[in-house]
């Protein structure tokens, strides 16, 4: 019987090498102590995260984020390097969070534990761009945020590009040519983008006509083609129904409701990403419904094992 294995996602968010802009003027060298600003010259922090994101997306600027990074009146000393204050004027937007494994920012994004304290280049959508090591200088730092900007741009003119040929994919119901153009860019779990939405449609069209596939087949038929599925959309928002549908399966047909289990934690651990919030909603709920069950018969076994102590 074929079984749907516990492969990860591959890695968490790619970065982007960074070459330029290295030798910008008003940029210490490397290994520089941070410099207390002259006076007048403050650091603009945004008081949240949230606020961050929406005065880089109205003002179209990265996100220099530091996480779990210790300093002077709640953010890291690097910024009050001059050079990273007068960029809070004009090149990035500066924000300091601390990190818990429950807040919503890091949870939807899988941000593992051991990568904290460290500093996060974001997008106006909060997507995450690169990560550095809390003990960057104000020179890699701006660099890179200087670079994120540039990356922003290339995203803004190839989506178009991309949702473009999607389409003609799409029409022409050529599944392979579509995955292997946008199956890369679902596996970025890219927020925000209005094409990337408009991806995830043409998606789900596809992902449809293999759930119907699998409905119409035999148990085991049908089990091999949601394997196949899950395995062929992996990164894309089918490959999370294509878990939830085979659970359903396993449960109602072939009988094994722990291997429904470890498909539904699977869809719940591993894929929380916006895209799959109708799978994980699916997978949660029949979670819900398993442990229900659990308890209650817990319960009455309870129950029965009392009464035969009374005889």
């Not at 408009?198 to 394997?227: M, N, S, V, W, Y």
Request: a positive charge; charged letters at 30%.
């Amino acid at each position: 019987m074929p079984s749907f294995g516990t492969r990860t996602l591959g890695p968490w968010i790619g970065g982007f090498l960074l070459v330029t802009a290295l030798a910008a003027q008003d940029v210490p060298k490397a290994g520089t102590p941070p410099k207390t600003p002259a006076k007048g010259l403050q650091p603009l922090v945004a008081d949240t995260l949230d606020q961050a994101i929406e005065r880089a997306a109205s003002r179209e600027l990265p996100v220099l984020l530091a996480v779990g990074v210790a300093g002077q009146a709640g953010y890291p000393p690097v910024f009050l390097d001059p050079t990273v204050a007068r960029a809070s004027r004009s090149v990035l937007v500066l924000a300091s969070a601390e990190f818990t494994t429950e807040d919503p920012f890091f949870k939807s994004r899988r941000f593992p534990e051991d990568q904290a304290p460290c500093f996060l280049i974001l997008d106006g959508y909060g997507n995450v761009l690169s990560r550095l090591g809390e003990k960057s200088d104000s020179r890699i730092l701006l660099a890179t945020a200087r670079s994120a900007g540039q990356q922003i741009s290339q995203l803004k003119e190839e989506l178009p590009k991309v949702l473009a040929r999607a389409r003609e994919l799409s029409a022409a119901k050529d599944e392979r040519a579509f995955l292997e153009l946008a199956r890369p860019w679902a596996a970025r779990h890219l927020r925000g983008y209005p094409e990337v939405r408009a991806l995830h449609e043409l998606f789900d069209g596809f992902g449809k006509a293999r759930l119907k596939q699998a409905a119409e087949a035999e148990p085991e038929e049908a089990l091999r083609t949601l394997e196949a599925m899950a395995r062929d959309y992996e990164g894309s928002p089918p490959q999370a129904l294509a878990l939830v549908a085979a659970a359903r399966l396993q449960e109602e047909k072939l009988k094994n409701r722990d291997e429904a289990k470890r498909l539904l934690k699977r869809v719940v651990d591993e894929l929380p990403w916006p895209e799959n919030a109708e799978a994980n909603e699916q997978a949660r709920a029949m979670l819900a419904r398993f442990r229900q069950d659990d308890i209650r018969r817990r319960l009455e076994e309870i129950e029965k094992k009392k009464k035969e102590e009374k005889k």
